[in-house]
């Protein structure tokens, strides 16, 4: 039997599954809409289903008893982001849209439902299949999957996410680090406001915030070590009321990205040290904080990447194969990390012969729908092929 193959036995239902939830889609946590049409389909099929919270659903297949208990999971939240494709199916909510691809999860997670509901006899133990609200912003969707209980079980958890960096047909399965954790980033800067014609009766703390950037640039350069790696963005300056005031206050907000614990308890350190010295040589004060979201770092179980890889060897061939490099994006997959050892699966979608690359999050994003039919067989294969091991 060749899984990917079977694909085409699901593909126009799941294009039509994609590209209905590309034109409806909704914002984290509200994915009430999108739940029902996820149920719907499961009804459809005659899938047992739990609803662990408001949103979101999980499907159970149970195949043979005596097995393990393996979760496969997809996003189906959207942004807020108003799309600029001029797709045919563009999205009819205004400010909101599907440009992260987890349309195309939900509707591969579907399809792998589909297709293993096929083998239901050939899988020895029972397959999980989450479909996580609110990815994008905490509250995290993969938090209340978790804190319902109802993945206790699990013994592994795999989540797939589309890259549109990545030519459709190539899959990236790589052990160790694949998202980084990420923390918030607080300055607050006082100094003295006053006539902009007469500073030397203020303290400009617009001078002062503009140095505390500057002087944040050595942290990552300077202080931390190859092992330690991070990134740390300020994203925004906020400063001043007029351009004949000198002003009082600035505000700075910013992110860090990084995979140890190390790196972080030095970023908290280095931030602090420096903003509160830069501040202080200007005759400025500074407030400074500096906290991790709750979402560590995504890292794939070195032996769930090597099974992962060579189900995919087997289905897609040697040369799908591909290395992804570690980015600075966040993901609260990792959330799930409590329960069980995971893996992270980047699938190719982009296509230059249909359409100009886009980022992920960018209003213009595209994807190649035939990446889905990639991430269904690779997540039934993998069910397959993991749980028919010896334990
Ligand atoms: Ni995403």
Redesign the pocket.
């Known amino acids: 039997m060749d899984i990917f193959k079977q694909t085409a036995l699901f593909k126009e239902e799941t294009i039509a599954l994609r590209r209905h939830m590309h034109q409806n889609p909704e914002l984290s946590g509200k994915e009430f809409a999108t739940t029902e049409l996820i149920i719907k389909e499961l009804e459809k099929l005659g899938i047992e289903y739990i609803r662990p919270a408001e949103t979101g659903v999980i499907a159970i297949i149970k195949g043979r008893d005596n097995g393990r208990v393996l979760g496969l999971r997809a996003?189906i939240d959207a942004l807020p982001v108003e799309e600029e494709t001029g797709l045919e199916f563009s999205s009819v909510n205004h400010g909101v849209m599907h440009a992260?691809?987890?349309d195309a999860h939900t509707a591969s997670l579907m399809e792998t439902v589909k297709i293993l509901n096929l083998h239901k006899d050939e899988l020895n133990g029972t397959v999980k299949f989450i479909f996580q609200p609110s990815?994008?912003f905490l509250p995290s969707g993969a938090e209340k999957m978790v804190d319902s209980g109802e993945l206790n079980d699990c013994s592994a958890i795999v989540g797939i996410?589309v890259k549109s960096d990545m030519p459709v047909g190539k899959i990236s399965v790589e052990p160790g680090p694949r998202m980084a954790a990420s923390a918030g980033v607080d300055i607050k800067v006082k100094g003295k406001s006053g006539h902009a014609g007469i500073p030397s009766d203020s303290v400009d703390a617009t001078v002062a915030a503009a140095a505390i950037v500057m002087n944040l640039q050595t942290v990552v350069s300077r202080e931390l070590s190859l092992d330690n790696m991070a990134v740390l963005s300020i994203g925004t300056l906020n400063s001043g009321t007029a351009r004949n005031v000198i002003s009082g206050e600035a505000v700075l907000e910013g992110t860090c990205r990084y995979y140890s614990d190390e790196a972080i308890e030095h970023v908290i350190k280095a931030v602090e040290r420096i903003a509160k010295c830069t501040a202080g040589s200007f005759r400025a004060e500074a407030e400074v904080s500096v906290v991790p979201s709750g979402c560590k770092a995504v890292i794939n179980d070195s032996k769930l990447a090597a099974e992962g890889a060579k189900t995919a060897e087997k289905i897609f061939g040697k040369e799908a194969l591909c290395h992804y490099p570690i980015s600075g994006l966040n993901e609260d997959f990792s959330k799930y990390s409590t329960i069980c050892p995971l893996l992270y699966v980047l699938i190719g979608a982009q296509n230059d012969s249909k359409f100009e690359p886009y980022p992920?999050h960018s209003s213009k994003l595209q994807i190649d729908e035939d990446c889905m039919d990639y991430a269904a067989a690779f997540m039934a294969q993998f069910a397959l092929d993991y749980l028919a091991q010896d334990l």
């Open positions: 996003d992260c691809g987890h990815e994008e996410h992920l």
